[in-house]
Nanobody, 125 residues
């Protein structure tokens, strides 16, 4: 199993940047595909980004493509989400998630087995 703890959220003005971190416990972090999801008030959980075990492959939702960058440091058991040019519509609770069964990182929330508690991102206009 792996335990995930997100950090780095906060309040930022539109156009600003934040970097989220997700620290994982355990010694097998490099065997997990990782994803970032978000849930805005009154909306369903939404895929944001995913990264392969080695970090060589990343996927993004169309709404964040070109603004967000996901990366990982397996030596530090951590994944990151760098968010640039933030917009008010990016306001949400952001979660990281992990799974180790699939060849490539999935974009569906139901395919992930482990979840963090989330970190709040609020973008003011």
């Amino acid at each position: 199993q792996v335990q995930l703890v997100e950090s780095g959220g906060g309040l930022v003005q539109a156009g600003g940047s934040l970097r989220l971190s997700c620290a994982a416990s355990g010694r097998t972090f490099s065997s997990y595909n990782m994803g970032w999801f978000r849930r805005a008030p009154g909306k369903e959980r939404q895929f944001v980004s995913a990264i392969s075990r080695s970090g060589t492959t990343t996927y993004y939702a169309g709404s964040v493509e070109g603004r967000f960058t996901m990366s990982r440091d397996n030596a530090k058991n951590t994944v990151y989400l760098l968010m640039n040019n933030l917009k008010p519509k990016d306001t949400a609770l952001y979660y990281c998630a992990g799974e180790r069964s699939r060849v490539m990182p999935p974009s569906s929330a139901w395919e992930y087995d482990y979840w963090g508690q989330g970190t709040q991102v609020t973008v003011s206009s």
